[in-house]
């Protein structure tokens, strides 16, 4: 075909079959049915129904009270303050004895804002499980999984450190990548993704520039306001 | 807390430090921690032990045997901006706390304001000793989030260079090795070596070290004969060369004293403290995600697990330098195999149409301003987590979406990050000349465990 060719339209053909159209950008509401299982990369190790079993069989419906699947993913829904027994149980029961990875998701608008996920492999068995907690804002709190897994330290003071999740009986809950004397949590939804100016004492731009803030407010005392703890709609109390 | 003096122009005095609270809370913690051997004997006794976090009982120290030692976070040996606050007892570290975050971007958050395709030139700067595996994780994460498939030719493209950047990051894992132990050469001939694969990626790609090649739904570019000329010229001259460097290495007195032995982890421990990649298999776990979930084409291809029981320092030596000769083995076949074929789903919501078609073609330019606006979209709430072997480990993304064009969640796992929780265990009983041996090793990269 030559060039000019192409941007030429086809003739108007008569045929019963309507050519679909691939292309559209709106927005797929919600997963399809198909989604669970139908995916160019699904995995085998990722789904795990017999180990949903077991733990349905184990704990009653109010801990386990939703399972999820998308890609072959399997998501367990775990009630918060159980979360330590079920990991101990994946961990003695079904060989879930490796912990690969833990993190928050900020849900903002909806209720219990916040979600943890537990992602677990179980090395001999060559499966991957994922539980979820919910966490309402007004209780952040999550029962430490450390005891169990050793491993979750980091991640949970990841955790800490990016949502402002605290973990109950955390060995070290300290702050994972910003300084002690940083104020916010900044994954949160509502933390600018340039930064709240003032936060972090920053040098001066040149050799000879000036100091533009107090580099030490917080070990002076002064204690920012936090966005978080404000209601949403008064944007005009925080602009004064 | 040692009173900040007031500020500007005060005599900031000997209290002066930088981030107050942070330090405070540093070596607190420091002084706190229930060191990892003391725990080790006191389960081998059958002693329960206090538990982590417990207050230490602190022995009368008349001779001043003890010391708190800061290496890093600017010290060459840490292999970018890492620092290890330590408890010296004599020369051994009695304790050890490492402290992270000096090189922290937050590209999670960044990644909530970009569409899914303008995200990837900022993986290339995770782990930026292989930026192409890490271009191909977020693109298969991306991938699976959407569900759309890649064509085949594309995927042993993609193995191919994944390959090559592993064989890239190792070869400066065993030259920075090698200069902290004092051999200053080997350095100098690795380097030759990943200036050839910057060649070959230059090729490939047009771009050296950041390569941004990977796309969503397949690759930028086709790879040319060229290209595969070298990559083949490569294959066979470094054959000769890691088995030169295995002549001079694998029996050197000096390299094997300063390895053996030192920073030894077993099994048990390196899965229960979650350690990952080649470090994991120096102790004996064959955890490699290529087996254990195959993604692109690697159950298609033959190639060993190289797996070492010692879980020292010169196992996991022994595993890496294994790894560079199955990747080899792995391009070489993929060479063979390289199907004809497009490199890029042919679907304008999946991925960007080719630049012919942008030129000449009305629909071509409306897709690919379509596809830059807004990009590839996942289903609202669906989520999906994705995870390749990257020369570090394990990487994996874990993504949330809300139905638009940008992700509303990225989770990196990121292997260095997980690698480094375990190294603070392994320092403590080691001497502190090792650390620096030890953290070659261990072979973190702070841009991605600091994200």
Known sequence: MRDDERNVQPKHEESDEQEVLKFHFTPVDEPREEDADRNPHAKKTTRVPEVVHALRDAFDENVIWRVETYANEDTVFVDKARIVDVCQFLREEEGFNYFVDLGGVDRFTEDDRYEVFYNLVALERQKRIRLKVRVDEADLEVPSVTDVYRAANWNERECWDMFG???????????????????YHPLRKEFPQLGVPGSLPLPPQTPEGELTMDPFAAAHGSKPRKSYDEPQSDVADDEE | ???????????????????????????????????????????????????????????????????????????????????????????????????????????EKLAEHKTYQEFMPYTDRM??????????????AVEKLAGIEVPERAQWIRMIMCELARISSHFLWLGVGLMDAGAVSVFLWTFQGREDIYNIFDEVAGARFTVSHSRIGGLASD????????????????????????????????????????????????????????????????YDVRRFEPYLRYED??????????????????????EMKQSIRIIEQCLDRLPEGPIRA???????????????????????????????????????????????????FYLTSDGTGNPFRVRINAPSFTNLQVMEYIMEG??????????????????????
């Open chain 1, 165 to 183: 999740i605290r973990f109950e009986g955390h060995p070290d809950h300290r702050r994972m990548y910003m300084p002690e004397d940083f104020e």
């Open chain 2, 127 to 140: 782990d930026y000793l292989s930026p192409y595996s890490n271009n191909v994780a977020w693109c298969l």
């Open chain 2, 301 to 322: 291809v033959d190639f060993d697990i190289p797996v070492r029981e010692d879980g020292d320092c010169l196992a996991r030596y022994f595993v890496r330098l294994e």
């Open chain 2, 1 to 107: 807390m040692p009173q900040a003096p007031s500020f500007p122009g005060a005599d900031l005095g000997e209290h002066f430090r930088f981030w107050p609270r942070h330090n405070e809370a540093l070596y607190d913690r420091l002084e706190s921690k229930h060191a990892w051997l003391e725990e080790k004997q006191a389960r081998a006794e059958g002693r329960r032990p206090a538990g982590d976090g417990a207050i230490a009982e602190v022995d009368e120290d008349p001779l001043e045997h003890e010391m708190v030692l800061n290496i890093g976070p600017q010290h060459p040996a840490t292999h970018g901006v890492l620092r290890c606050v330590v408890k010296l007892d004599g020369e051994t570290i009695e304790k050890a706390v490492v402290d992270i975050g000096y090189l922290h971007r937050g590209v």
């Open chain 2, 346 to 396: 042919d679907d304008a919501k999946q991925a960007y149409p080719s630049k012919e078609e942008v030129y000449y073609s009305m629909e071509g330019m409306i897709h690919d301003f379509m596809y830059t606006e807004t990009g590839t979209t996942a289903p609202k709430g669906a989520h999906a987590y994705h995870a390749i072997e990257s020369p570090k480990g394990e990487l994996g």
């Open chain 2, 430 to 451: 080691t001497l502190l000349a090792d650390t620096v041996i030890l953290i070659g090793s261990i072979d973190p990269v702070m841009g991605e465990a600091d994200k």
């Open chain 2, 223 to 286: 790879i040319s004969p060229e290209a595969i000329r070298q990559i083949r010229a490569f294959c066979d001259k470094y054959k000769g060369v890691i088995a030169d460097w295995e002549q001079l290495l694998n029996r050197n007195r000096i390299w094997i004293d300063r390895n053996k032995n030192v920073g030894r982890i077993t099994a048990e421990e390196a899965i229960e403290l979650g350690m990952t990649g080649a470090n994991l298999r120096g102790s004996g776990v064959p």
